[in-house]
């Protein structure tokens, strides 16, 4: 049987981090055993499985990158051990092995789970009534979002299951947002297929807690700190939100024995910083988007590529395909990203995503969608994949945005569009349901019926 260089050394390397041994081995040891399992391909390039146990490519300029591997049999074949210095970085310290990477599918084809949603729902229900006088919204990231009348409760309820959301592009009829119908005060971006909705930083949920306790209201604090721990929880049971609702119970959850924890960073204004401090190792993956978007922007697009992998049976190499997917979605929204972007990719795609940009007879420019349609042969191969496609794909184009300051199309991007096309006739999409007890309403509310279509 042909020796895969690349699945045999990622097995090699998770057996040896796997051993209980690993973590209390020192330092130099560690790296001296990582470096020698490093690969080698025909073109010259180093390979090498490492932190985060993921792959890393050492560019001509000596620089190792985050890049997935070749998913073609002609280099993976080809690949020959070596040995090589690498860097304290790339030595896997042991738990961020255990990185649970969840589902990098979006909320469209595949429904939230019935369970979920009524989890959320009870939460809403319990805490929907509060007195707004107790629970203001009175500045923040979610002022803007929900009716003027409506108490920090619901918003600390939305801000959770967006943070925890991998990519959040939602299906219109998903009932997940129908809940928040009536208490949202514009329509949400997007349109009745598709929500394609901003992410929610932890500095926005960490401001609606700090903003209580500030106002000498702890205990009110404290209340939608459990609130966060709460859906948080109910949220676990969706491969797409757990990665993260199980870093944000465990940087909350010590507050409920210990609720002086934030004193000294509620004066300092440093809470978001001391919530991290708290997320242990093996969840530290989950919340990169806080610490370093350059980084998130990488683990993003290296999912893009790993859903991208069915190309490969074409005979087409995923990682160019992303880079072409990048490049027309920068294209669309501002091309003076990649000025942001370039030093966060490795040379390959670089050159990739350059020369899409640059050459519009490229053949990488055709793999842009055409008329908001996919061409023929990136069409994914049934639901599953879409769905990942898209989510990779809307995560990528959320990290980039942020990385190069520009603003996310509220029609999508034009990837995640065509995509969103493949799934449109595909989805679970249970009739709608009463999803609030009825209440005496504001005149100028905006309702929850714009959220359905026929």
Same mark, same amino acid.
């Given at each position: 049987?042909p020796?895969d260089g690349?699945?045999?050394?990622?097995?090699?390397?998770?057996?040896m981090?796997a051993?209980?041994?690993?973590?209390?081995t020192?330092?130099?040891?560690?790296?001296e055993?990582?470096?020698?399992?490093?690969?080698?391909t025909?073109?010259?390039t180093?390979?090498?499985f490492?932190?985060?146990?993921?792959?890393?490519?050492?560019d001509?300029d000596?620089?190792?990158?985050?890049a997935?591997?070749?998913?073609?049999?002609?280099?993976?074949l080809?690949a020959?051990?070596?040995?090589?210095?690498?860097?304290?970085?790339?030595?896997?310290?042991?738990?961020?092995f255990?990185?649970?990477?969840g589902?990098?599918?979006a909320?469209?084809?595949?429904?939230?789970?019935?369970?979920?949603?009524e989890?959320?729902r009870a939460l809403?229900v319990?805490? $929907?009534?509060?007195?707004?006088?107790?629970?203001?919204?009175a500045?923040?990231?979610?002022?803007?979002?929900?009716?003027?009348?409506?108490?920090?409760?619901?918003?600390?309820?939305w801000?959770?299951?967006?943070?925890?959301?991998?990519?959040?592009?939602?299906?219109g009829?998903?009932?997940?947002?129908?809940?928040?119908?009536?208490?949202?005060?514009?329509p949400?971006?997007?349109?009745d297929?598709? $929500?394609?909705?901003?992410?929610?930083?932890?500095?926005?949920l960490?401001?609606?807690?700090a903003e209580?306790?500030?106002s000498?209201?702890?205990?009110?604090?404290?209340?939608?700190?459990?609130?966060?721990?709460e859906?948080?929880?109910?949220? $676990?049971?969706?491969?797409r939100?757990r990665?993260r609702?199980?870093a944000?119970v465990?940087?909350?959850?010590?507050?409920?024995?210990?609720?002086?924890?934030d004193?000294?960073?509620?004066?300092s204004?440093a809470?978001?910083q001391?919530?991290?401090?708290?997320c242990?190792?093996?969840?530290?993956?989950?919340?990169?988007?806080?610490?370093s978007?350059?980084?998130?922007?990488?683990?993003?697009l290296?999912d893009?590529v790993?859903?991208l992998?069915?190309?490969?049976e074409?005979g087409?190499d995923p990682?160019?395909?992303?880079?072409?997917?990048?490049a027309?979605?920068?294209?669309?929204?501002?091309?003076?990203?990649v000025?942001?972007?370039?030093?966060?990719?490795?040379?390959?795609?670089?050159?990739?995503?350059?020369?899409?940009?640059a050459?519009?007879?490229?053949?990488?420019?055709?793999?842009?969608?055409?008329?908001?349609?996919?061409?023929?042969?990136?069409t994914?191969?049934?639901r599953?994949?879409?769905a990942?496609?898209l989510?990779?794909?809307?995560a990528t184009?959320?990290?980039?945005c942020?990385?190069?300051?520009?603003?996310?199309?509220?029609?999508g991007?034009?990837?995640?569009?065509?995509?969103?096309?493949?799934?449109t006739?595909?989805?679970?999409d249970?009739p709608?349901?009463?999803?609030?007890?009825?209440?005496?309403?504001?005149?100028?509310?905006?309702?929850?019926?714009?959220?359905?279509?026929?």
């Open positions: 049987m020796w690349f699945a045999a050394m990622e097995r090699d390397v998770r057996a981090v051993d209980p041994r690993w973590p209390l020192p330092a130099p040891s560690r790296a055993a990582i470096s020698r399992r490093a690969l080698v025909p073109d010259g180093c390979w090498l490492g932190a985060y146990a993921r792959w890393y490519r050492l001509r000596g620089q190792w990158h985050l997935a591997p070749p998913a073609a049999q002609a280099p993976r080809a020959r051990p070596a040995a090589i210095a690498v860097p304290y970085w790339l030595v896997p310290t042991g738990p961020d255990s990185v649970d990477r589902s990098t599918q909320f469209v084809g595949p429904d939230v789970p019935r369970e979920v949603v989890g959320v809403m319990a805490h $929907r009534g509060l007195r707004r006088e107790d629970f203001p919204l500045s923040g990231a979610f002022r803007h979002v929900f009716a003027a009348e409506v108490a920090s409760t619901v918003a600390t309820v801000g959770t299951v967006m943070w925890c959301a991998y990519a959040p592009a939602f299906d009829n998903e009932q997940m947002l129908s809940m928040f119908g009536e208490f949202l005060a514009r949400l971006p997007g349109d297929w598709v $929500r394609w909705l901003p992410p929610v930083s932890l500095t926005d960490v401001d609606l807690y209580r306790s500030r000498g209201a702890p205990e009110a604090g404290l209340r939608l700190v459990r609130l966060m721990a859906t948080a929880t109910a949220l $676990r049971a969706d491969p939100f990665p609702a199980d944000l465990a940087m909350v959850q010590p507050l409920a024995t210990q609720p002086w924890l004193h000294t960073a509620l004066r204004g809470v978001a001391t919530w991290l401090l708290r242990p190792p093996n969840l530290a993956a989950a919340a990169l988007a806080e610490v978007p350059g980084d998130h922007f990488r683990h993003v290296y893009l790993e859903a992998a069915y190309v490969a074409q087409e990682r160019m395909v992303a880079a072409a997917l990048l027309a979605d920068v294209n669309a929204v501002t091309a003076e990203a000025t942001y972007l370039y030093p966060w990719m490795d040379d390959e795609l670089r050159q990739a995503l350059y020369i899409a940009l050459d519009q007879g490229h053949p990488l420019r055709d793999w842009w969608p055409v008329d908001g349609r996919l061409p023929e042969r990136l994914p191969p049934d599953s994949t879409a990942a496609l989510g990779s794909a809307y184009g959320l990290a980039w942020e990385l190069a300051g520009a603003t996310p199309p509220e029609t991007f034009p990837v995640t569009a065509a995509v969103g096309q493949c799934l006739h595909t989805r679970d249970p709608p349901e009463p999803t609030t007890t009825p209440r005496e309403r504001i005149t100028n509310e905006t309702t929850s019926d714009w959220l359905y279509h026929n």
